[in-house]
Nanobody
Framework: QVQLVESGGGTVQAGGSLRLSCAAS????????MAWFRQAPGKERELVGA????????YYLDSVKGRFGISRDNAKSTVYLQMNSLKPEDTAEYYC?????????????????WGQGTQVTVAS
């Protein structure tokens, strides 16, 4: 079993920055493919960014490329999502996800483990 706990959400003005953290326990972070998803009211859950366990492969949603960065600190068992130049359309609940079977997964059903979510609100 893997437990994931997100933190770092909040309300920020457009153009501002936030850094989300996801603390993992139960398995070594290095063996887990990790990702951040988001879901806005009335919309489907979408992948924001994903990172592989060892090789450091990453994938980003087109609309966040150049603004968001996903990184991991295996020693601290923590994955981060640095979000810069935030826009109102980035407002959503953000979820951390993990799975030991994949490197970079793009769909929610590829991930077995999920955090409880953290709300990000970007005010215009």
């Amino acid at each position: 079993q893997v437990q994931l706990v997100e933190s770092g959400g909040g309300t920020v003005q457009a153009g501002g920055s936030l850094r989300l953290s996801c603390a993992a326990s139960g398995r070594a972070l290095s063996v887990l493919g990790m990702a951040w998803f988001r879901q806005a009211p009335g919309k489907e859950r979408e992948l924001v960014g994903a990172i592989s366990g060892r090789a450091g492969m990453t994938y980003y949603l087109d609309s966040v490329k150049g603004r968001f960065g996903i990184s991991r600190d295996n020693a601290k068992s923590t994955v981060y999502l640095q979000m810069n130049s935030l826009k109102p359309e980035d407002t959503a609940e953000y979820y951390c996800a993990a799975d030991p079977r994949i490197r970079v997964g793009k769909k929610p059903n590829e991930y077995a483990y999920w955090g409880q979510g953290t709300q990000v609100t970007v005010a215009s």
